[in-house]
């Protein structure tokens, strides 16, 4: 159908079955053919009339169409070439279906089994490196894979190519190993450099066994300096040059089919001499110990040269575990003797070693020298004696009274005693230690480590399914050496998060098990699984998984960098950052065991993106899982803690195997204490891993009551967070719930302030010992009962049950049945409101006024005794304010009165009595309450009878109340 239009002489085309244009088929008009009064067409003529001259003018009807634009047809040719643990893909292209080719896919399924989702091949876009030939690794040796590919356009996804199989075996001819990356060298001093790079992104089929080093003085004439290092490590030193030379060096890797190409070139100068005394110091990361349990060591070292040395020697019975050096670095034994422990160093500034404790208990004493470039040993200073007991030293240093128990007084002594050099030496760390033992008391005992099962004879719901549907995978488990020795507890999470893997994809679980990361088995390994399963539940694991960095396979020394990476793609989606802090040398990673008596083999990791961590925070990362776990009464239910701060970050997540905060420098800027508002943050972080598949209002509101346990006002004040108030479109947390579920979106951060609320008011009540009791109730009902109701919405009735005796409080934050107006609605309170009136329940309103009753507590006294006294001043004593706009409503001046207030008009208090210490205000409104509204009503006056202003002027804010009105 075509259709004139006069205002422009054209004819416009129509499909008339669809309603659509034709844009090929419109026409113009000859131009003598303005009034267009009627029109034929025998399909190839159109005949126009035109009224204005009697006239009949014919067109030839378009019929050059341009090809419609369509997906593209499917690749041909495609093949499949087996390699060790991989196939390779090759098609050729099918065509582009007339819009350009933006990527290629592929699919894969094993044996008979169903295909799995398309995965994207990097690269493939039409003309680009993998447009016609990809190869897919990680496959399962010995196992039949059947593929296909496909194209896409802009018109969307183009039909599948023809099936092409392959198996996996390992007689594929390996090939030399890529190029290394990221070849980077340091003067390490006046006489030496230090080398480090990435290991290439293909190790060509076979493992990559070590590297050639090249070193040249012009840049042109080159020369091994290492023809084969025989070791995978990825670092060197050259050592032996003098002040001033300058060295370039290249790397190449070595496989069992040779040596590859060559990586870029890079270049240094030693630098000057070191200046200044050579010095050493140690540090414990507690100066008591239980028998046999763990002790974290720190050296720090200065002006020692290029590769100083610190030899330290252990007390008799305590043995040597691990350092955050390099493996290289370390010798031990030294000559034979266990108790000795050798630590060469390359420019460090500082390192942590672990120890294990005597068995015994007594005090012990650690000694140690550091050689320096002088080729002097110099003593390494500060501590050097611990105590090992079962019990508790400081306990019994500080329990004057025999009890068991540390109280306000002992406190006391200890701070004196650090402060003022009274009694025994007592360090810092000693004083919160006996802090801790007063507001908590003695630490928990550590629980026994289940004793490890046959793996024959393990058994669970995970690996009976295994069993049944994956046996090849199940019987590769079964064939890891970590697994021969039995199963313990961290073997038993790891197997658990690798079943679950291979039951959601089997392909990437293989992949995983083959990393050299699990050739052995550590704790933290579980970690790691854990990130890589709830990666791969987001679709995001093979993203992960193609940066170079990981491309090859995670190995021990990049766990925290794989954590940190499925944590930022998890919370994330800026692929760019992700490769940005991947990249070699763009991450700053500092990784110590450090154990804590509930969790002995922890590992902390800090991934420092932008400017490098503060040498304190590590620290306190270990004070602030201390204090949790004395908290909670039980260890934190992972082994590795992975921090990211990020310079770029503002605020705090949680993913349950990694977490980041803002870094220490957007901290120290908000007016706390050094450290205190960032350790809050940790701590606040830290308790979520407790509390993982909870209703988050229970989860926020729990961390928000332990970082103010800690005692960091900022993040647990009622005041400070009311400025979230009024954000939110709801008062409670039932509404709240209950708007979330008809698909009503609600702000995360309402059901975290009103979390909040509820707990900080529970503890309030409680007391921190009771409370802190009720905290590990909740917990193991938690942990026993989770996911047996088959919902995620646990909470409510945990909370109810555990906290049985406060259900006014409870009900009063979830329901708002008794929500009285408490002192913690304003949503710009400051630090001048008091808690210094009690409210009544329920502040009435008849759609016209509404009445506030309270009573006076402590010495407090209203700014006016009198109605006429109150309005003096105009707006003293009373005012209410709208909470959603901030928008005044009214106060108790007189009808009318404009004298001198910014709030001139008759909305005014119809009614102000104080009878003793009880009164009552009555407010008119100007206009009727919305559905829903919070309010809030300012009371001022003075602290107590002296009239003696605190604060603001001449007066001081009391308190506020709030209204709801549904």
């Given at each position: 159908?075509?259709?004139?239009?006069?205002?422009?002489?054209?004819?416009?085309?129509?499909?008339?079955?669809?309603?659509?244009?034709?844009?090929?088929?419109?026409?113009?008009?000859?131009?003598?053919?303005?009034?267009?009064r009627g029109i034929w067409s025998d399909g190839t003529t159109m005949w126009v009339a035109d009224r204005d001259d009697d006239k009949i003018y014919s067109y030839n009807i378009p019929t050059s169409v341009p090809p419609a634009l369509m997906v593209p047809p499917a690749p041909v040719g495609l093949i499949a070439t087996a390699g060790d643990a991989e196939v390779t893909l090759s098609w050729t292209s099918g065509g582009d279906g007339g819009s350009a080719i933006t990527k290629h896919q592929y699919r894969q399924k094993e044996g008979s089994g169903s295909y799995g989702s398309w995965t994207d091949i990097a690269d493939s876009a039409a003309g680009e490196t993998n447009a016609t030939g990809y190869t897919v690794t990680g496959l399962t040796r010995g196992t039949a894979y059947t593929f296909q590919v496909r194209a896409v356009n802009g018109e969307g996804d183009g039909a599948a190519s023809v099936e092409a199989s392959a198996t996996p075996d390992n007689n594929a001819p390996a090939k030399a190993p890529g190029a290394p990356t990221g070849l980077a060298a340091t003067a390490k001093g006046p006489t030496g450099i230090g080398l480090s790079w990435s290991a290439p992104a293909s190790n060509g089929g076979a493992a990559i066994t070590g590297y050639r080093i090249e070193v040249s003085t012009d840049g042109s004439s080159w020369s091994d300096m290492v023809a084969d290092t025989n070791s995978t490590g990825t670092t060197y030193s050259h050592a032996g040059l003098t002040l001033g030379d300058t060295r370039?060096?290249?790397?190449?890797?070595?496989?069992?089919?040779?040596?590859?190409?060559?990586?870029?070139?890079?270049?240094?100068?030693?630098?000057?001499?070191?200046?200044?005394?050579?010095?050493?110091?140690?540090?414990?990361?507690?100066?008591?110990?239980?028998?046999?349990?763990?002790?974290?060591?720190?050296?720090?070292?200065?002006?020692?040269?290029?590769?100083?040395?610190?030899?330290?020697?252990?007390?008799?019975?305590?043995?040597?575990?691990?350092?955050?050096?390099?493996?290289?670095?370390?010798?031990?034994?030294?000559?034979?003797?266990?108790?000795?422990?050798?630590?060469?160093?390359?420019?460090?500034?500082?390192?942590?070693?672990?120890?294990?404790?005597?068995?015994?208990?007594?005090?012990?004493?650690?000694?140690?020298?550091?050689?320096?470039?002088?080729?002097?040993?110099?003593?390494?200073?500060?501590?050097?004696?611990?105590?090992?007991?079962?019990?508790?030293?400081?306990?019994?240093?500080?329990?004057?009274?025999?009890?068991?128990?540390?109280?306000?007084?002992?406190?006391?002594?200890?701070?004196?005693?650090?402060?003022?050099?009274?009694?025994?030496?007592?360090?810092?760390?000693?004083?919160?230690?006996?802090?801790?033992?007063?507001?908590?008391?003695?630490?928990?005992?550590?629980?026994?480590?289940?004793?490890?099962?046959?793996?024959?004879?393990?058994?669970?719901?995970?690996?009976?399914?295994?069993?049944?549907?994956?046996?090849?995978?199940?019987?590769?488990?079964?064939?890891?050496?970590?697994?021969?020795?039995?199963?313990?507890?961290?073997?038993?999470?790891?197997?658990?998060?690798?079943?679950?893997?291979?039951?959601?994809?089997?392909?990437?679980?293989?992949?995983?098990?083959?990393?050299?990361?699990?050739?052995?088995?550590?704790?933290?390994?579980?970690?790691?699984?854990?990130?890589?399963?709830?990666?791969?539940?987001?679709?995001?694991?093979?993203?992960?998984?193609?940066?170079?960095?990981?491309?090859?396979?995670?190995?021990?020394?990049?766990?925290?960098?794989?954590?940190?990476?499925?944590?930022?793609?998890?919370?994330?989606?800026?692929?760019?950052?992700?490769?940005?802090?991947?990249?070699?040398?763009?991450?700053?990673?500092?990784?110590?065991?450090?154990?804590?008596?509930?969790?002995?083999?922890?590992?902390?990791?800090?991934?420092?993106?932008?400017?490098?961590?503060?040498?304190?925070?590590?620290?306190?990362?270990?004070?602030?899982?201390?204090?949790?776990?004395?908290?909670?009464?039980?260890?934190?239910?992972?082994?590795?803690?992975?921090?990211?701060?990020?310079?770029?970050?503002?605020?705090?997540?949680?993913?349950?195997?990694?977490?980041?905060?803002?870094?220490?420098?957007?901290?120290?800027?908000?007016?706390?204490?050094?450290?205190?508002?960032?350790?809050?943050?940790?701590?606040?972080?830290?308790?979520?891993?407790?509390?993982?598949?909870?209703?988050?209002?229970?989860?926020?509101?729990?961390?928000?009551?332990?970082?103010?346990?800690?005692?960091?006002?900022?993040?647990?004040?009622?005041?400070?967070?009311?400025?979230?108030?009024?954000?939110?479109?709801?008062?409670?947390?039932?509404?709240?719930?209950?708007?979330?579920?008809?698909?009503?979106?609600?702000?995360?951060?309402?059901?975290?302030?009103?979390?909040?609320?509820?707990?900080?008011?529970?503890?309030?009540?409680?007391?921190?010992?009771?409370?802190?009791?009720?905290?590990?109730?909740?917990?193991?009902?938690?942990?026993?009962?989770?996911?047996?109701?088959?919902?995620?919405?646990?909470?409510?009735?945990?909370?109810?049950?555990?906290?049985?005796?406060?259900?006014?409080?409870?009900?009063?934050?979830?329901?708002?049945?008794?929500?009285?107006?408490?002192?913690?609605?304003?949503?710009?309170?400051?630090?001048?409101?008091?808690?210094?009136?009690?409210?009544?329940?329920?502040?009435?309103?008849?759609?016209?006024?509404?009445?506030?009753?309270?009573?006076?507590?402590?010495?407090?006294?209203?700014?006016?005794?009198?109605?006429?006294?109150?309005?003096?001043?105009?707006?003293?004593?009373?005012?209410?304010?709208?909470?959603?706009?901030?928008?005044?409503?009214?106060?108790?001046?007189?009808?009318?009165?404009?004298?001198?207030?910014?709030?001139?008009?008759?909305?005014?208090?119809?009614?102000?009595?104080?009878?003793?210490?009880?009164?009552?205000?009555?407010?008119?409104?100007?206009?009727?309450?919305?559905?829903?509204?919070?309010?809030?009503?300012?009371?001022?006056?003075?602290?107590?009878?002296?009239?003696?202003?605190?604060?603001?002027?001449?007066?001081?804010?009391?308190?506020?109340?709030?209204?709801?009105?549904?």
């Open positions: 159908m075509w259709v004139a239009d006069d205002r422009d002489d054209k004819l416009y085309a129509y499909t008339l079955a669809t309603g659509a244009r034709d844009a090929d088929k419109d026409f113009d008009l000859d131009a003598d053919n303005t009034g267009t370039h060096y290249r790397v190449s890797a070595i496989n069992s089919a040779g040596t590859g190409p060559i990586s870029n070139i890079a270049t240094a100068t030693t630098g000057p001499a070191p200046s200044g005394n050579v010095s050493a110091t140690r540090s414990f990361s507690s100066t008591t110990v239980a028998p046999g349990g763990t002790l974290t060591v720190t050296i720090t070292a200065a002006n020692y040269g290029l590769a100083g040395g610190v030899t330290e020697t252990l007390p008799q019975g305590f043995s040597y575990v691990s350092s955050s050096l390099d493996a290289a670095q370390v010798t031990h034994p030294v000559q034979g003797d266990d108790q000795q422990v050798r630590f060469t160093l390359q420019a460090e500034t500082s390192f942590t070693y672990t120890v294990t404790a005597s068995s015994m208990e007594d005090s012990y004493t650690f000694s140690g020298t550091l050689r320096g470039s002088d080729r002097i040993d110099h003593v390494v200073g500060g501590a050097a004696t611990v105590t090992v007991s079962s019990g508790d030293p400081l306990l019994a240093r500080y329990d004057a009274n025999s009890n068991g128990e540390i109280d306000k007084s002992e406190v006391i002594q200890a701070i004196n005693d650090y402060l003022f050099g009274e009694g025994v030496p007592i360090t810092e760390a000693e004083v919160i230690h006996v802090i801790n033992l007063y507001l908590f008391g003695p630490p928990p005992a550590p629980t026994p480590a289940p004793t490890p099962v046959p793996f024959a004879q393990y058994d669970t719901p995970d690996i009976r399914w295994l069993k049944s549907n994956r046996p090849e995978f199940y019987r590769q488990i079964q064939e890891m050496p970590w697994v021969q020795d039995g199963v313990g507890r961290w073997e038993s999470e790891s197997i658990e998060w690798l079943a679950r893997m291979a039951r959601d994809n089997n392909t990437a679980a293989s992949r995983i098990l083959d990393m050299p990361f699990l050739e052995t088995h550590e704790p933290s390994d579980a970690t790691v699984l854990t990130a890589m399963y709830w990666t791969d539940q987001r679709n995001r694991l093979n993203h992960l998984l193609a940066e170079p960095v990981l491309r090859d396979g995670i190995t021990d020394a990049e766990i925290p960098l794989a954590i940190a990476g499925a944590f930022m793609v998890s919370t994330d989606g800026d692929a760019g950052k992700l490769t940005r802090m991947l990249a070699p040398g763009h991450a700053d990673v500092e990784t110590v065991s450090r154990g804590t008596t509930l969790s002995p083999h922890m590992e902390f990791s800090i991934v420092r993106i932008g400017s490098k961590a503060q040498p304190w925070v590590m620290d306190s990362l270990f004070e602030s899982l201390e204090l949790l776990e004395r908290i909670m009464g039980v260890p934190l239910p992972v082994s590795h803690v992975v921090a990211v701060i990020n310079d770029e970050s503002t605020c705090g997540c949680t993913t349950g195997y990694a977490f980041d905060v803002p870094p220490e420098w957007h901290m120290e800027t908000k007016g706390t204490p050094k450290g205190q508002r960032f350790q809050g943050h940790i701590i606040h972080e830290l308790s979520h891993y407790y509390w993982k598949e909870i209703d988050r209002w229970v989860n926020e509101g729990v961390a928000r009551t332990v970082e103010y346990l800690y005692g960091v006002e900022y993040g647990l004040d009622p005041v400070a967070y009311t400025n979230w108030r009024g954000k939110c479109e709801v008062h409670d947390l039932q509404m709240h719930r209950d708007l979330e579920s008809r698909g009503i979106s609600q702000p995360i951060f309402c059901a975290h302030y009103l979390g909040g609320e509820l707990f900080l008011e529970l503890r309030k009540r409680l007391g921190t010992s009771e409370y802190v009791a009720r905290l590990n109730e909740m917990h193991r009902v938690y942990v026993e009962e989770k996911g047996q109701r088959g919902q995620r919405n646990l909470g409510i009735d945990e909370v109810r049950r555990i906290f049985n005796d406060q259900s006014e409080i409870v009900e009063k934050h979830w329901s708002g049945k008794l929500n009285s107006p408490e002192n913690r609605w304003k949503k710009e309170a400051s630090s001048m409101s008091h808690d210094l009136i009690q409210w009544d329940q329920h502040p009435t309103y008849d759609g016209d006024s509404i009445t506030f009753n309270g009573t006076l507590l402590g010495d407090a006294v209203l700014s006016g005794e009198t109605i006429a006294e109150a309005r003096r001043d105009g707006y003293r004593n009373f005012h209410l304010y709208r909470i959603a706009d901030a928008k005044f409503m009214g106060n108790i001046n007189p009808p009318g009165w404009t004298g001198g207030t910014r709030h001139p008009g008759d909305n005014i208090a119809l009614e102000y009595r104080l009878e003793g210490r009880t009164f009552a205000v009555r407010f008119r409104l100007p206009e009727a309450l919305g559905n829903p509204a919070d309010y809030f009503v300012d009371v001022w006056g003075f602290q107590d009878e002296s009239r003696t202003p605190v604060i603001w002027q001449d007066r001081d804010r009391l308190g506020y109340s709030r209204i709801i009105v549904e």
